[in-house]
């Protein structure tokens, strides 16, 4: 088709009226062309790789945003991509690892000015560039639905850094859910993220793992954690703090993962003080970091007073069984430990350690501790003694003609069908109609798990099937 013919008005009666002048940016911008141009295309797109499809238009939009989308790349020069234009009414658009580039995005981003459907947006891995991320950041402007965008492995470095802090300092955008993971951010970066988000109120749950912060990076994101009121949940995994960066990066959240940064004892002494005076923070991932018996002990004394910790992940960490003693003790010596969970799943636990955790969750009935296993006592052994828990609690339900369901909801004062995974665990090992150990609890939990840190009754029905009723041997 000859690109420069006249597009042809939709309707006659009107009268015709001379279009403002644009600029570039302004025509991405501009509404949808008359609907008879896009028929015009539809060979040629048809002939593409992409195998689109140009359907009823009142099938999908009325507002015109799947013509939007082809013009825009007809502007752009870049071939549409089938997935989103079959997927534009949907509340999630995966278009990760789709080599969009920068007009590729840009026709994406043109599309999605007035969309009002979708609410997570994946980006990662697109090469989205200088020009690619100013796009999306205008449309940010206008677009009030968008909730959650990831954009990491886009190698965005100091220029991405720069564009994204000078959107997050207006406060503008309905974006409460940030992926940055893996775009060579260093220290220069940080400073800059870290300046806009001191003011920022709106990101709660931001990624920052797999870049390139230093000590210096550690320190502004303490510095700007110390100002921020809004940020949540915080994963700065996989970068390059040592000892200072991990002093000051639990005020305030409630989720932080500092996995695989290697900051060993001298980091976890700081953040042993860090959670004797933090009352926010819920979830610690610290695997990874180097973390011997003496980093655990100035852990532990922490642990000791802190009221509001649930989740503390110690994986891969070179500390042995003694180190573990010196963590479930801490939680016994604290009467307001909120304590749930523990993984130190590399430590090998004697017989004796059991003996101390069942102390332990006596005071504790919702803690859960994941080792590795117990010396001396083999996994054949375990496992002939080991029963499915949904077999006895069926065994039950039948002889007191109840449901499976009917059971799990008696152990919830509120009757209803979920539960929080700690109140969960408590309950049952509280119990005293369907005898179950600690093993037998977590399998539980693993079945009914809702992925949001409780456990839904309603998944007992599947886990309660015929096939699942039977021990282990």
Same mark, same amino acid.
């Given at each position: ?10 309707? *006659? /009666?009107? @009268? ?84 969009? !580039? ?22 990662? /891995? ?216 523990? /993984? ?13 955790? /069942? ?16 010396? !001396? ?13 949904? *077999? ?20 919830? @004062? ?54 699942? !009723?039977?021990?282990?041997?």
């Amino acid at each position: 088709m000859d690109n420069d013919e006249p597009l042809e008005p939709e309707t *006659k /009666d009107e @009268p015709e009226t001379e279009p403002a002048p644009q600029n570039s940016d302004e025509t991405l911008y501009c509404e949808a062309e008359a609907s008879g141009a896009v028929e015009k295309e539809k060979a040629a797109w048809e002939s593409s790789e992409t195998d689109l499809e140009i359907e009823d238009t009142e099938k999908f939009f009325t507002t015109g945003q799947r013509e939007l989308y082809l013009e825009a790349c007809k502007l752009m020069g870049v071939v549409p991509v089938s997935y989103f234009l079959r997927n534009m009414e949907e509340s999630y658009v995966n278009l990760n690892h789709h080599g969009l !580039g920068p007009n590729g995005t840009k026709a994406v981003a043109t599309a999605l000015v007035s969309n009002t459907s979708v609410v997570t947006l994946e980006l990662a /891995d697109n090469c989205l560039m200088e020009e690619g991320l100013l796009s999306l950041v205008e449309m940010l402007q206008e677009n009030y639905y968008l909730q959650e965008m990831n954009i990491s492995d886009n190698d965005l470095g100091l220029k991405g850094a720069r564009i994204i802090s000078e959107f997050l300092q207006r406060n503008t955008s309905s974006l409460w859910n940030l992926q940055l993971s893996g775009n060579n951010f260093r220290d220069e970066s940080a400073e800059l993220l870290c300046q806009a988000l001191s003011a920022n109120y709106q990101i709660k749950t931001l990624d920052l793992s797999h870049n390139q912060f230093s000590d210096k990076g550690g320190e502004h994101v303490g510095q700007m954690l110390a100002l921020n009121i809004g940020l949540q949940s915080l994963d700065l995994s996989w970068n390059h703090f040592c000892i200072r960066g991990a002093v000051a990066l639990c005020n305030g959240l409630w989720k932080l993962d500092l996995s695989m940064n290697g900051f060993g004892n001298e980091g976890a002494t700081a953040l042993g003080e860090v959670l004797r005076l933090n009352n926010s923070l819920v979830y610690l991932d610290i695997s990874s970091n180097g973390i011997s018996n003496d980093g655990v002990s100035k852990i532990s004394k922490g642990l000791e007073v802190n009221e509001s910790l649930k989740v503390l992940k110690l994986f891969l960490n070179p500390m042995s069984m003694d180190g573990a003693v010196l963590l479930i003790l801490s939680i016994k010596r604290n009467p307001k430990s909120k304590m749930e969970e523990i /993984d130190i799943s590399n430590v090998l636990v004697s017989e004796q350690f059991l003996k101390i955790l /069942d102390g332990v969750c006596a005071i504790h009935p919702q803690l859960d501790v994941i080792y590795k296993s117990v010396q !001396g006592f083999s996994a054949k052994k375990a496992l002939l003694q080991w029963t499915n828990p949904m *077999k006895l609690i069926q065994s039950y339900a039948d002889q007191h003609r109840i449901t499976v369901v009917d059971f799990f909801r008696s152990l919830n @004062p509120k009757g209803m069908m979920t539960m929080p995974v700690g109140d969960f665990r408590k309950a049952m090992v509280q119990q005293d109609k369907v005898p179950v150990d600690l093993y037998q609890v977590r399998e539980l939990v693993k079945k009914l798990d809702d992925k949001r840190g409780g456990v839904n009754f309603s998944h007992g029905l599947l886990a309660a099937g015929p096939d699942s !009723g039977d021990t282990v041997g």
